[in-house]
Structure formats: structure tokens, C-alpha cells
Nanobody, 114 residues
Framework: QVQLVESGGGLVQAGGSLRLSCAAS????????MGWYRQAPGKQRDLVAV???????NYADSVKGRFTISRGNAGNTVNLQMDSLKPEDTAVYYC????????WGQGTQVTVSS
């Protein structure tokens, strides 16, 4: 089993920044993918960004150039630096871990006001 603990969500003005962090613990495999998804009110959960153990990344078009995903040196943490935030970024952000099966964090609220 893998446990994911997120931090860093909050309320920010449009144009501001937040940094989300997620720490994974438990049965961590050496080959895995970690990242972030988000779910806005009334919408489905969508990919924000993912990163492989080797550093390959994939971003949603809506966040390219504004968000940066990275992994900690130990490989069991993932961060999401969010800059130039927009009201449409408002959502619950979920940490994601994939090896043989998928795991999800509990979610952290990000609210961007105009």
C-alpha cells in the first residue's frame, strides 16, 4: 500500500503563486509515475501534470508555461509550482502515484480569486 499526503493548497489572488507538495510512503517501487490531477466543481477529474522516475513530464495544455512539476531527490515526493494562477485553476488538486496500481491523495483545495 502507498499513502500520499498533500500540502500547500490555499487561497490566492489571480496572478499569484502556490506550491503543492506530496509525500509518498509505504511500498514505494523504484519505477513509478507521480503527478497531480484536479477536479473543479461540476467537472471531472483531469490531469494537470505527471512525471516519471526518469524525469519525463506531461502537462495539460491549460497549465503549460505556468506550472512546473518536479520530484524530490529521494524520488518519493512530487511538487507542483503554480505561477500566474487564474480563477479557472480553482479546484481540488489530487496527488497521484502509479506503479502496478493507482493511488490517490485526499486532495487539497486551491482557490484563485479575481
Amino acid at each position: 500500500q502507498v499513502q500520499l499526503v498533500e500540502s500547500g493548497g490555499g487561497l490566492v489572488q489571480a496572478g499569484g503563486s502556490l506550491r503543492l507538495s506530496c509525500a509518498a510512503s509505504g511500498s514505494i517501487r523504484s519505477i513509478n509515475i507521480m503527478g497531480w490531477y484536479r477536479q473543479a466543481p461540476g467537472k471531472q477529474r483531469d490531469l494537470v501534470a505527471v512525471i516519471s522516475i526518469g524525469g519525463s513530464t506531461n502537462y495539460a495544455d491549460s497549465v503549460k508555461g505556468r506550472f512546473t512539476i518536479s520530484r524530490g531527490n529521494a524520488g518519493n515526493t512530487v511538487n507542483l509550482q503554480m505561477d500566474s494562477l487564474k480563477p479557472e485553476d480553482t479546484a481540488v488538486y489530487y496527488c497521484y502515484y502509479r506503479s502496478f496500481v493507482d493511488y490517490w491523495g485526499q486532495g487539497t483545495q486551491v482557490t484563485v480569486s479575481s
